[in-house]
């Protein structure tokens, strides 16, 4: 007797053609980046940026993106990023989702730090037995420490701390009722009802012409974590915003749910959904 079906065997062996197709894409990308960025100047690695930048971040928050000046290699971050407790210095310990694959840019220049969704989540076993990461009053220090080396072999030299403090946690759908939404000398500024995630803002926020054409243009965000802009480039005219319902703020709260809403009650077709703006 087989120790499995044909059926589940089929299964099982695309399965694992699948893990070997994506094992392979991200062998070829590495292998790429370190031929081209092998003949590259090399410029000393710095850290740009750590989003959000807003000083006061929800317990619940997400996600956090680490910039670099430079392509930076893979499978070091658990070496060379930590969190601590800005009052006695104690680290925060299993924190961010152990993914096997990091979650880099493709240019090698942006890291994303997800926070274990079992610890955002509510009722969920993580959660339940350690808790949320992060504690409302609490003040808490992200660094980047020395050593990592970018992809052209030059190490970083600075340690860069990002400080903020967890205030309570939101827990329901953007409002954007709320938003103030002004147009002024061809930029396009919100108010948000709350901190946002910049890049999930740049993917899923378009401004749109009268004909429905996309305006180029890129999105920049106030250090408040709050306020954006949209500068346009070329001489299009926009009339209206589009903001798809996938887009989020800092704790994965979209305009139409809580990221802590019961599963089954948003189906895919609201999911997929946009909603228009006019000023």
Known sequence: TPLYSSAASDVYKRQELGRCKRIMKHVLTMAVLALFWANASLAEP????????????????????????????????????????????????????????ELWSDNHRRLTLVVDPGRVKTGLSANSEMGRAFVAGDEYVLSVLPGWVSLAGEALDTQFDHAFKAFPEIRSPMAPRDWQITFENRVLSILFDRPIDIYSLSAHAVLITEDNIAVDGNWVLDRDGRTAQFTIEGDAIPTRLAVRHRFEDVAGNTIIAAFDHKSGTIDASQERGISFFEW
Request: proline share 7%; charged share 25%.
């Open 46 to 101: 710095l850290v740009v940026g750590v989003q959000p930048t807003a000083p006061d971040l929800p317990e619940n928050i997400l996600r956090f993106h680490i910039t670099f000046n430079e392509p930076m290699r893979e499978g070091v971050v658990s070496d060379h990023v930590v969190l601590r407790r800005q009052d006695t210095g104690e680290d925060v310990a299993q924190v961010f989702f152990d993914n096997f694959y």
